[in-house]
């Protein structure tokens, strides 16, 4: 009895989740493989049309530009909030610190705030005209930039608007992954009379390997279902510049163009889960 | 004591994914793939003399809703037996979503003009009750609403443009503007201006690619002309769309234009301090003098647009609004008189146009474009302090009457923004040429929007 | 642990986080004090803050024109319901997958990986489609149960539990502990520090959700506060046609303030909790 029990309680446990996921996220992906085959517009009839919207969406250079500049994002963001990261999560790791709590909280503060809220104050704080940020350039003489209404600009001020929003969490999550390297590495090196830069690169990132795959594979999903930024902040513009792959995704459905949207998404989905298993690959063929 | 589960995801990642693939080849469920529906969708008034319920009006949150709550009184004074539930809605965000299920549908939405003819299939075609208006409504505002032979909105507003230029500045540079009758002349007196006050930019180039395309569709209007046919044929690249866009490139390459996004503050700072003295827009323009400029607001006029060819039509449509009633309102037939009363009843238009509390002086940032409204003898608002005093509704509806028709609006306008207004701000960037960009942009919106109709 | 020993490296270090600190409080210092100015001086004068023309013009125009307060009702509504939903069934399923062996369960975990890895944007059409045959749009329902336990909280979770020592399970059964009572009498105790981080973190995430609720909530009295301060937001962004810019950004920078200070100051109380949860909770090396 005790051990039907025993042997049953995984599933009872499971079971919520297990239902919400089929209801809510297999059920819609089953209707999205149909829907990705027909011109369906959202109203009348559904007319089947094979392949055309993968043939559509694979021989379109809009389609290439979104995935293109999800990826430059990627470089904007990934490398630099990783390498800022480590730096700030070493440096708050010291317990001679002093303002270490001050630090902790104030890099995490954006992490809380309401993306929407955020991005519309972004929108404000880069306008050319009358935005802070060029105000404060001009204080130091430097002239106006176009940081929302240039192509150049556009990726970097939105790449900005992520390192800032997720940075803090990043650094948590370096944290607890240096709290469980051992101490005494460090006094031996110390004694080898190794610099406090040939640790961190010798000892402390190749310990750390595995949270930063994580927090790498982590904020590599965030950028390629990056939406809300550039829907808030740039409305994919100027010229594309933003339309990030899943802005891209959404103009469909803004058009009504359902079908070529649902194997727009099924592109994006099958790129997400191979970029995910690339990274995870990539860390284990270090092992 | 940690497991490191990130070693072991790989494995289980293509399991999970094996699941999807077997869920795909059960795949039962999915769009409806026939339903063919040969019901009428051409709405009919309601046959009662006194008409009872409630109908939900959805407006664009700002001024006109205020205008227009101030309407339901007066409407209520004829229909006491009609509740008008009127809100403010995100109509851009949320129309498309509460069409597509059909929940808490509103009986009447404003819509922007360019919108209308996407959204066709989901709303009552209005020909019949609108037949006994139709031959005095303004040609283009009925372009706009029709689709296929269906009528799709009660037009609104008629949206003239106007040249708006900064006569105190002209005056003191000695340039006469009143003069000016053609784009030609527009640009002699641009030059004369630049000449007069180095480093100028006289003529406004619009930045933001979405009112630059709208723009060109007012410079296309006046020559009779829009992107596309009633049958949806793209004709942009014809001769009338090769002169704009050259114009514009005039403009650009002489260096007779202030490149802004429309009154941004940078605009704004430009239009104060004199740099820029010409403005080719919409009456709706006019909102910036009385509410935005301080510096420069008794100091602007405006007059008709030049014309394309000496003794041409002296304005064309920019923008402009209608309203329109979804299938699935519950009591569309009621919001069809809540709007018949708004715009087609003196008693209503008069409200909407003339003095109320929002705008004392009355509503002039449009005309109606029902055109025994819309007479230059008998004005619904005010003379303009702002621009000096002038009688704006004389110079919007003698420009109006001039609009010409043949103008209608593919579904997929706003799309187009992505590749025609994109490729027209490259023209002011000095990217692309005119040509250029009409051929660039015929062959986008070809394959991106008219194949995927 | 690597201590700064040298005073040039200490000071070096200050410096360079003193920079940070400021740079990730600035944007928001900034929101919350222009708010307070005139809407003109915003745009005018972005850098200044003139104390004696402190004005709250900008929240009465916002409260005037948004019905925040009903934004406000409907985030909590769900925030309660559908967070009590994520902190109860997100642990107890993860309890499942780090301490039973049970046939499927490498695919039903899959199946978690697979729901962290979907794009919500994805989802949407379906999903808006089904909350039709349903007959749920514009109901809390469909603002709750979609996406309720969460996927990254049961990854988590698993984690945080997994560290929990086998030998206080076996215990537990040996005094006679049913399956369910040794998850609520005995891990959930162990792990409240993960759990406080999971509530902060899961609070954040529906507060602060966007995507689904514009879609599913058309109708202004089932919008929550994001959804709100986008409606705003479209007065700059999108159709300007008789928007004035001084005026709306005043607003919008009230609202984003209004936004942002309940979690901001929810986080601040509990900031102990939450980082201590992540630390719990996260990868290790």
């Known amino acids: 009895m005790r051990g039907a029990r025993r042997r049953l309680a995984p599933y009872v446990f499971v079971l919520p989740f297990v239902v919400v996921f089929l209801v809510f996220s297999v059920y819609p992906l089953i209707f999205t493989a149909r829907l990705s085959f027909t011109n369906w517009r959202g109203t009348g009839a559904a007319e089947w049309v094979g392949w055309d919207n993968y043939t559509y969406l694979l021989t379109n250079p809009a389609f290439w530009n979104s995935l293109g500049n999800s990826g430059v994002l990627w470089l904007l963001i990934v490398p630099v909030q990783i390498a800022l990261g480590v730096l700030v999560a070493v440096l708050l790791n010291s317990a001679t610190l002093r303002l270490r709590g001050l630090y902790r909280v104030a890099f995490i503060v954006p992490f809380v705030t309401p993306l929407v809220a955020v991005a519309q104050i972004w929108v404000v704080l880069f306008d050319q005209g009358y935005g802070a940020v060029n105000a404060l350039l001009g204080v130091f003489g430097l002239p106006d930039v176009g940081w929302l209404t240039t192509s150049t600009w556009a990726k970097p001020t939105l790449a900005l608007l992520f390192l800032w929003k997720t940075t803090g969490f990043i650094v948590i999550i370096l944290l607890s992954g240096l709290q469980s390297i051992n101490g005494s590495l460090y006094e031996a090196a110390e004694l080898d009379g190794a610099s406090k830069p040939r640790q961190l690169v010798s000892i402390t990132v190749p310990l750390l390997r595995r949270t930063i795959m994580f927090a790498v594979v982590l904020q590599t999903l965030a950028v ?25 995704l959404y103009n469909h459905i803004t058009r009504a163009d359902l079908g070529t949207g649902a194997a727009n998404s099924f ?21 | 004591m940690y497991r490191h589960h990130l070693r072991r995801r790989p494995a289980r990642l293509t399991v999970a994914a094996a699941v999807v693939v077997v869920g795909l080849g059960l795949a039962a469920c999915g769009p409806e793939t026939t339903t063919s529906d040969e019901t009428s969708h051409i709405l009919q008034a309601p046959g009662a003399d006194q008409p009872e319920g409630e109908i939900t009006i959805w407006d664009r949150s700002g001024d006109l809703f205020e205008v227009f709550e101030g309407v339901i009184d007066d409407f209520n004074a004829t229909y006491p037996g009609i509740t008008v539930n009127h809100i403010a809605v995100d109509i851009d965000a949320k129309l498309h979503n509460t069409l597509i299920t059909g929940t808490d549908v509103p009986d009447g939405v404003f819509l922007d003009d360019a919108k209308i003819g996407g959204f066709a299939d989901y709303l009552w075609d209005l020909s019949e009750v609108l037949a006994p208006y139709t031959a005095d409504i303004a040609p283009q505002k009925l372009d706009v609403n029709t689709v296929d032979g269906g009528i799709f909105g009660v037009p609104f507003d008629l949206d003239p443009g106007l040249l708006f230029y900064n006569a105190a500045a002209l005056d003191a540079a000695g340039v006469d503007a009143t003069s000016i009758e053609t784009y030609d002349d527009l640009l002699d007196a641009a030059r004369a201006y630049k000449a007069a006050v180095p480093g100028s930019g006289p003529i406004h180039l619009e930045q933001s690619a979405f009112l630059g395309q709208l723009q060109l569709e007012m410079y296309a209007s006046q020559l009779g002309t829009s992107i596309a046919d009633a049958h949806g044929e793209l004709r942009l690249e014809s001769p009338e769309f090769e002169r704009i866009l050259t114009f514009l490139d005039t403009v650009r390459e002489e260096e007779l234009g202030t490149r802004a996004e429309y009154l941004t503050p940078t605009d704004l700072a430009e239009l104060e301090n004199g740099n820029q003295v010409f403005y080719p827009w919409a009456i709706w323009f006019s909102f910036a003098p009385q509410q935005l400029l301080t510096e420069a607001a008794g100091d602007w006029r405006a007059m008709e647009l030049p014309a394309w060819d000496a003794g041409g039509p002296r304005s064309g449509a920019m923008g402009g609004s209608s309203f329109v009633l979804p299938r699935e309102g519950e009591n569309a037939d009621l919001a069809w008189l809540f709007y018949e009363f708004l715009m087609f009843d003196e008693a209503g238009y008069t409200a909407v146009w003339g003095p109320n509390d929002v705008y004392p002086t009355g509503l002039n940032t449009s005309i109606p474009s029902y055109q025994p409204a819309a007479d230059p003898g008998t004005p619904l608002f005010d003379p303009v302090d702002a621009l000096g005093g002038q009688d704006l509704w004389v110079v919007a509806t003698e420009a109006g009457a001039q609009i010409p028709g043949g103008a209608p609006t593919p579904s997929w306008w706003a799309g187009a923004v992505d590749y025609l207004g994109n490729d027209i701000q490259r023209m002011l960037d000095g990217d692309l040429t005119p040509a250029e960009v009409l051929s660039q942009a015929t062959q986008s919106i070809q394959t991106n929007l008219v194949d995927r109709q | 642990m690597t201590d700064i020993t040298t005073p040039s490296r200490r000071i070096g270090s200050h410096v360079f986080l003193m920079v940070l600190l400021v740079a990730f409080l600035a944007p928001v210092v900034w929101a919350l004090l222009s708010a307070l100015k005139p809407a ?41 319901a559908k967070g009590a939903i994520t902190m109860f069934f997100a642990p107890l399923a993860a309890f499942a997958f780090a301490k039973y062996r049970f046939v499927g369960k490498n695919v039903i975990f899959g199946a978690v990986l697979v729901t962290l890895m979907l794009p919500t944007i994805v989802l949407i059409i379906p999903l808006l489609l089904q909350m039709k045959e349903f007959g749920w749009v514009n109901t809390y329902q469909a603002l709750i149960l979609p996406g309720s336990v969460d996927a990254f909280a049961i990854f988590w979770m698993r984690q945080v539990i997994s560290a929990v020592p086998d030998e206080l399970l076996d215990a537990a059964r040996v005094d006679g502990s049913g399956e369910f009572g040794i998850f609520w009498r005995v891990v959930v105790p162990v792990i409240r520090p993960g759990l406080a981080g999971l509530a902060v973190l899961t609070t954040m995430n529906i507060y602060n959700d966007f995507v689904w609720p514009v879609v ?3 109708s202004d009295r089932m919008a929550t506060l994001q959804v709100m301060l986008s409606t705003l937001a479209q007065n700059i962004t999108g159709n300007r046609i008789g928007a004035d810019y001084a005026t709306v950004t005043g607003e919008l920078l009230a609202a984003s303030s209004v936004a942002l200070i309940p979690l901001l100051v929810l986080f601040i109380l509990l900031q102990r909790h939450f980082i201590n949860g992540i630390l719990a909770g996260s990868v290790k090396g």
């Open chain 1, 224 to 248: 390629f279902q990056m939406f809300a930024e550039p829907f808030v902040v740039t409305q994919g513009g100027p010229y594309n510049s933003t339309t990030t792959a899943g802005y891209y």
């Open chain 1, 267 to 287: 592109l994006l989905v099958i790129l997400v889960m191979a970029l995910s298993l690339f990274f995870v690959r990539l860390l284990r063929a270090k092992d």
């Open chain 3, 40 to 80: 003109n001086d915003i745009i005018r004068a972005p850098l200044t803050f003139d104390p004696s023309t402190v004005t709250l013009d900008n929240y009465i125009a916002m409260f005037r024109d948004v019905p925040i307060g009903q934004g406000f009702v409907n985030t909590g509504i769900v925030l309660v």
């Open chain 3, 216 to 218: 599913v909530a058309s």
